[in-house]
């Protein structure tokens, strides 16, 4: 029997295809029970995606965040990632609130998804973004949630700033030098004896960058483990607390929506108090310090009103990426001699990065040499050259701006070398001067 074969035409209503659905699911890290609630969330979308027979199981993306405000929330934004790649039909999620408290980014998100033909469905207020009515009543819902948001803020704000009034600090401290236990700093011993170590090096002449690798080379790690840095040094010189005394509300929360944190400059009262725990370090050394760090800016500012040099943020360093700085050796003397480093080995020292320094003469002498004039011209420098690489001690890497490289080697000429005939004269004066005196 020949075989045969039958076209069937189809339905003349295709079969709907499956709705690709996924979750949105938020939490504040700040709470042991939130965080189990997470997962208990996690779990009630992944069933009851799965069991819709219409729908098809995309993924729940879930949040571990302290606030519902910020943009930054990683889950979110890979959610975001694959619904504009076309992975996502359906996002589901629990309430408004959950998704963002601030009326303009939940309008702006829901809206790009909706451009997208892909609806977000609250399941707390029944709203369906994709519906006729569903953005009036996400407006208004929204605005709603986020004036709850203010309400909840502002409150906090008045516990917060009642406890300053009452002279008790807020929330957990976390500074080197104590533990914060029962609402108080205690002295932690070993930090402690650091702590005196910086301010005795700082009150001797040491530099903070001084400070700095000091510590590093003695492995002492700060108190969340990581590097020291010329800020956390200073934060350490200049903090009051260290004197047994506390000074409250020195930030301010901008608005309940960033929770950005801005210095306290007067916005609002700073409360004083005297006493309020072990002290570290004496008021007589502690004073001394603060009248240092304020001779110190004096001499900076003094410094800054120089005109700019034209190396200045020219010379990148090879092994670590850092722009090199300028330095004075035997500043204040009439033989001042004007360098090049790179800032990590001031800083941290040559573990960190060992790169050489490059003396401003034999910088301009090669600036000399690669562009053929008959002597130094900051002009001519300025017009030419976009930026000089040091890929290692002894190499110059001339960047030029139209896009042309020009190579060249340099090396330090001896002591003996370097000496001007003044120099050389002077300290013939001055040794004459010592063998007459003896």
């Known amino acids: 029997m020949p075989r045969t074969i039958k076209k069937i035409m189809p339905m003349a209503t295709p079969l709907p295809g499956l709705t690709r659905a996924a979750a949105y699911a938020r939490v504040s890290l700040s709470k042991d029970a939130m965080i189990h609630s997470l997962s208990v969330q996690v779990s009630y979308y992944s069933d009851m995606i799965q069991g819709r027979p219409d729908w098809e199981y995309a993924g729940v993306y879930a949040d571990e965040a302290l ?12 959610l975001l990632a694959d619904c504009r790649a ?64 203010l309400s909840v803020s502002e409150n906090c704000k008045w ?36 702590v005196r170590m910086i301010f005795a090096d700082y009150l001797s002449g040491m530099g903070k960058s001084a400070i700095v690798k000091k510590l590093t080379q003695l492995e002492i790690p700060t108190k969340c483990g990581r590097k020291w840095s010329e800020s956390t040094v200073h934060d350490i010189l200049a903090n009051e607390k260290f004197l047994g005394d506390m000074c409250l509300q020195k930030t301010h929360t901008v608005n309940h929506i960033t929770k950005l944190q801005r210095p306290n400059r007067g916005e609002l009262p ?33 410094q800054d009103r120089r005109p700019p040099n034209e190396f200045s943020g020219m010379i990148r360093c090879g ?3 850092m722009k090199f700085t300028r330095r004075i050796n035997a500043s204040g003397t009439k033989y001042a001699r004007a360098a090049w480093a790179c800032p990590t080995y001031i800083k941290r020292g040559k573990d960190q990065c060992g790169a050489k320094r490059i003396p401003e003469e034999i910088l301009k002498a090669k ?8 002597e130094y011209n900051a002009d001519a420098f300025i017009a030419k050259v976009v930026a000089i690489n040091v890929p290692e001690d002894g190499v110059l890497i001339f960047i030029f701006k139209d896009g042309s490289e020009q190579t060249v080697a340099w090396e330090h000429r001896s002591r003996r070398e370097s000496w001007t005939a003044e120099m050389k004269e002077s300290a013939r004066k001055r040794s004459k001067g010592v063998h007459a005196n003896a």
């Open 67 to 78: 606030t519902g405000t910020k943009d930054s929330r990683p889950e979110f934004q890979r």
């Open 86 to 149: 076309g992975k996502v039909d359906l996002v589901v999620t629990k309430s408004i609130s959950r998704f963002a408290r601030n009326t303009v980014t939940l309008l702006e998100t829901v809206r790009e998804l909706k451009a997208l033909g892909i609806g977000v469905l609250f399941e707390e207020q029944g709203i369906h973004t994709l519906s006729a009515d569903g953005e009036l009543m996400l407006t208004i819902l929204a605005g709603y949630a986020q004036e709850e948001s």
């Open 159 to 194: 516990r917060i700033r009642k406890n300053f009034k009452e002279g008790k600090p807020c929330g957990n401290i976390r500074m080197f030098g104590y533990d914060f236990k029962d609402g108080k700093l205690v002295v932690i011993s070993e930090e402690a004896e650091v």
């Open 270 to 302: 700073k409360f004083y108090v005297k006493g309020s725990h072990e002290a570290i370090i004496d008021r007589t050394t502690f004073d001394a310090v603060q009248a240092e760090i304020a001779r110190r800016a004096a001499k900076v500012r003094q």
């Open 319 to 321: 092994r670590c990426g």
């Open 367 to 374: 600036c000399v040499e690669v562009l053929g004039i008959a």
